[in-house]
Nanobody, 125 residues
Framework: QVQLVESGGGLVQAGGSLRLSCAASGRTVSRYTMAWFRQAPGKEREFVAAIWWSGSSYADYADSVKDRFTISRDYPKNTVYLQMNSLKSEDTAVYYC?????????????????WGQGTQVTVSS
């Protein structure tokens, strides 16, 4: 079993930055695909970004966050990060960390095996 705990959410003004962290425990997730999803009020949960290793590090981003968000991972710390810059009010959501035991990006929720509890990000305009 893998436990995922997100942190780093909060209230920020539009144009500001936040860095979310996702700490994994239970087993190493170095070979897993790790991803961030988000769910805004009244909307379905959506894919934000994913990172995986296949001979090299790869990342995939939703068009809405490309060039503003960066996903990264610290292998010794078993932790994944989401650096969010140039935040907009439409980025307001609960952000979830997810882990997929297979390699490769997938943007569908059902492809992921483990989920965190989420962390709230609120961007004020």
């Amino acid at each position: 079993q893998v436990q995922l705990v997100e942190s780093g959410g909060g209230l920020v003004q539009a144009g500001g930055s936040l860095r979310l962290s996702c700490a994994a425990s239970g087993r190493t997730v170095s070979r897993y695909t790790m991803a961030w999803f988000r769910q805004a009020p009244g909307k379905e949960r959506e894919f934000v970004a994913a990172i995986w290793w296949s001979g090299s590090s790869y990342a995939d981003y939703a068009d809405s966050v490309k060039d503003r968000f960066t996903i990264s991972r610290d292998y010794p710390k078993n932790t994944v990060y989401l650096q969010m810059n140039s935040l907009k009010s439409e980025d307001t959501a609960v952000y979830y960390c997810a882990a997929r035991t297979r390699v490769g990006s997938r943007r569908e929720e059902y492809e992921y095996d483990y989920w965190g509890q989420g962390t709230q990000v609120t961007v004020s305009s």
